[in-house]
């Protein structure tokens, strides 16, 4: 093999542009470790959010209860008052969802879009994540009594 001389050491032929290519594919795993890391960080925190959000619709729903029933010293759910309460959080936050109203139980269901920053370069622009929270209205003080 013939070496070829060059300022400040000798370089063989076939070996032009090695370290080039290396550091290359080099700097691509690490910008997409990068990406996995940042943008799987904001959908972690987007789905924690959603789910914080639904629980605070199903909480709002839960304490929307009948006046009449109230009255009869006994606990149930308006249903059109529970969902309004519901629609009301989720309309604060700019997010919507579905709700369901079954006897003392209101169920909220939110989807959520995430853009990622990095992982469009991969071809994925983003996902949507899914929060879900329950809640029943319970009578007592104390003891949470039904």
């Known amino acids: 093999m013939r070496a070829r001389r060059f ?12 370290v080039t290519a290396f550091v290359a594919i080099l700097a691509v795993t690490f910008l997409m470790g990068t990406g996995l890391l940042l943008d799987g960080g904001a959908r972690v ?3 924690r959010e959603a789910n914080d959000v639904a629980a605070q619709a199903a909480r709002a729903g839960a304490q929307a209860l009948d006046a009449d029933a109230l009255r009869r010293r006994s606990t149930s759910l308006d249903p059109g008052a529970a969902e309004a309460a519901v629609r009301g959080v989720l309309a604060r936050k700019g997010l919507s969802g579905s ?7 209101v169920r909220v269901r939110i989807t959520r879009r ?4 990095l992982l469009p370069l991969a071809g994925v622009s983003g996902s949507e994540v899914v929060g879900e929270a329950e809640a029943r209205t319970v009578r007592g003080l104390i003891r949470g009594e039904t």
């Open 7 to 18: 300022r400040g050491g000798v370089a063989f032929r076939g070996e032009a542009g090695t």
């Open 45 to 47: 925190v987007a789905r």
């Open 99 to 105: 709700v369901v109203v079954d006897g003392d139980t």
């Open 114 to 117: 995430v853009s990622y920053v």
